[in-house]
């Protein structure tokens, strides 16, 4: 009887020793399962900030790229020159120069008032209340040229002594920055422009000139 209860109580110690060391695996897969799902979380919470990140950056790139419009060119003495070509195809050439460390816009044609008259010189292409549209980019240290195609001696008319000059918006009633005005006398040029008109800009002096049907 005594064998037996022994026996007995051995099993018992068995189960029970055999139940804590369950529970002490059981605990520690949770522990080691919480210690990976935290690692999980952190991980996600990282790559989300980084994907936050970037996209603020994408965001200010995109920013700074519309901030960095095409500013609209300006005049001034030294910018804008004038030449007399003289032949069958005589001319007086408008060149301007983007002095500055950046692109710049032009629209449709310099608006010219010889000798402080009161209306501009009339536009070649298209009329003041009917522009074309034109708008060139000047880009850094580059030129932009417009011709006055004096031809006949109505159009050549006789010497001036001055021009204003505005730049035109893109609009027929808008002018973007002027008015200069460029004294000939001081610059000992000889220009002479009559009733004749002036061609919108151009990128190159070619171009003005087949505009105002005065290249070759």
């Known amino acids: 009887m005594t064998a037996r209860r022994s026996r007995s109580r051995s099993a018992a110690y068995a189960a029970l020793a055999l139940g804590l060391v369950g529970s002490l695996a059981l605990t520690g897969c949770n522990s080691h399962s919480s210690k990976k799902s935290k690692k ?15 996209g603020g950056a994408a965001a200010a790139g995109a920013g700074a790229a519309t901030s960095r419009r095409v500013p609209d060119c300006y005049p001034s003495t030294y910018k804008v020159t004038f030449s007399q070509q003289t032949g069958p195809k005589s001319h007086v050439a408008v060149k301007f120069k983007n002095s500055s460390s950046r692109d710049c816009k032009l629209y449709n044609a310099p ?28 880009p850094a240290h580059g030129y932009a040229y417009a011709v006055i ?21 893109i ?44 290249g070759n």
């Open 149 to 169: 195609p004096t031809t006949t001696a109505a159009t050549k008319g006789t010497g001036q002594k001055s021009v204003t000059i505005d730049f035109m918006g």
């Open 171 to 214: 609009s027929a009633s808008s002018v973007t920055h002027g008015p200069v005005t460029v004294n000939f006398a001081e610059k000992r040029l000889n220009i002479s422009v009559g009733k004749s008109k002036v061609t919108n800009w151009s990128s190159s002096i070619h171009g003005a000139q087949l505009a105002g049907g005065v």
């Open 40 to 54: 999980s979380s952190s991980s996600f919470s990282k790559s989300k900030k980084r994907r936050i990140t970037g």
């Open 111 to 138: 608006l010219l008032r010889f000798n402080n008259a009161k209306d501009p010189l009339p536009l070649l292409q298209g009329t003041p209340g009917h522009l074309d549209g034109t708008r060139i980019t000047v």
